[in-house]
């Protein structure tokens, strides 16, 4: 395995370079019988897509999905979900210079050391645009979850740089570019981007994604615990650099007569877990916060080195995001619910038909 397929039992495998011809990805495992077309993935994919927002990338990608395969009649078959995702908007030329030379905090010098060349056209592989795929697949996660189960993902901006947002509002978080769960709040992020653009440079955020309705007992301890296996799907995502699950690294201060979750026949009284016990779904909601950072191409010059080791001053160029933080929340969204769908047929898997005796908690009262 080279790191491009994710899953145990329902897989994602994604191909595709920022500016080659294509993006697509191959999801097996699907269960059969799910009604599925194209709009239900595309519906996903336009709320992450470049070049909607005068404060995101503005390269312009319609990011029109096709399903190739694993489709008939308008229901899956239960065999390999081919996707394809068309590049058009490629502009190569701006990356003249980075060939030769490596952004810092930037994936190039990396990828050199690694593979000894790179395709540096848009960033190649590195590039975010491969998350397209990822959403493209956790929408039939999602599908599948909400149509069998009742589980319910929803993902929301909770800060951007120093602007923390309340959650004021979630239906109004896909009506927004910001993703912002307080619309009150959309002047003041309006205004922080349009200052940092002007200044060339970016900033980091924070991701709320939540799942709400999940069945006790998905994760497969010990390796593969469910938070385990969150956190790997997160820390995937480009730019992601912390992950917390419930209350995170808040933990640290607290006692364990604060920090724990009391049970009553008729729902948990708090939910500083996150939803997991034991690296095992609890059936309360399953929070997740993710960290990313600012992004690491900006027109502000910066140290570096060229191919040859020699030092130079980088300066960027192209059609950059500078805040990747506001497209991740379908990414994030995506993710979960692919690590949700994977566990859960395991569970099924080896778990269908056990039977405990204690009823089950509420979420909460
Ligand atoms: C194209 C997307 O974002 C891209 C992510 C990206 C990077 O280095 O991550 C660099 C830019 O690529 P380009 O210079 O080709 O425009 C972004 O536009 C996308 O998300 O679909």
């Known amino acids: 395995m080279s790191g491009n397929t994710f899953g145990t039992l329902f897989t994602v495998t994604t191909f595709g370079e920022s500016h080659g011809l294509a993006l697509g990805a191959i999801v097996d495992g699907c269960p059969p019988g799910l009604e599925l077309t194209e709009a239900d993935l595309q519906k996903d994919l336009d709320l992450r897509k470049p ?30 979900i081919g996707l394809l995702i068309k590049n058009t908007d490629q502009r190569s030329k701006d990356y003249g210079n980075i060939e030769d030379t490596f952004r810092p905090a930037h994936a190039d010098y990396t990828y050199d050391q690694k593979y000894g060349f790179r395709d540096y056209r848009g960033g190649g592989r590195s590039s975010a ?21 009742g589980i319910e993902i929803q993902g929301f901006l909770s800060q951007l740089g120093p602007i923390k947002l309340d959650v004021k509002d ?10 912002s769960p307080d619309p009150d709040a959309i002047p003041e992020l309006e205004s922080y981007m349009t200052a940092l653009r002007r200044e060339g440079d970016s900033v980091g955020a924070k991701i709320t994604v939540l799942a709400k309705n999940v069945m006790p007992g998905l994760g497969e301890p010990v390796f593969d615990r ?55 779904s609890s059936g309360q909601d399953i929070v997740v916060n993710i960290a990313l950072k600012p992004t690491s191409s900006i027109t502000i010059p910066g140290k570096s080195i060229n191919r040859k080791g020699e030092s130079i001053d980088v300066i960027t160029k192209g059609r950059h995001d500078p805040c990747v933080g506001i497209r991740a929340t379908p990414i994030a969204e995506a993710m979960l619910a692919l690590t949700l769908i994977d566990h859960l047929m395991r569970n099924r898997a080896q778990n269908a038909d056990v039977h405990c005796q204690t009823p089950i908690v509420p979420a909460h009262i």
């Open 170 to 179: 979630l239906s109004q978080v896909y009506k927004n570019t910001f993703f």
């Open 51 to 80: 070049g909607t927002s005068k404060h995101t990338t503005q390269r312009r990608e319609p990011d029109q999905v096709e399903i190739l395969s694993g489709v008939f009649e308008g229901k899956t078959t239960g065999t390999p």
């Open 226 to 280: 469910l938070d385990a296996d969150i956190a790997k799907a997160m820390m995937g995502i480009n730019a992601v650099k912390g992950v917390e699950i419930g209350d995170g690294f808040e933990v640290i201060e607290q006692k364990g007569s604060e920090h724990r979750d009391e049970i009553t026949p008729e729902g948990f009284l708090t939910n500083h877990a996150g939803g997991v016990l034991g690296g095992l």
């Open 129 to 149: 645009r491969e998350t397209a795929m990822r959403v493209a697949a956790g929408a039939i996660a999602k599908k599948y979850l909400k149509d069998r189960f």
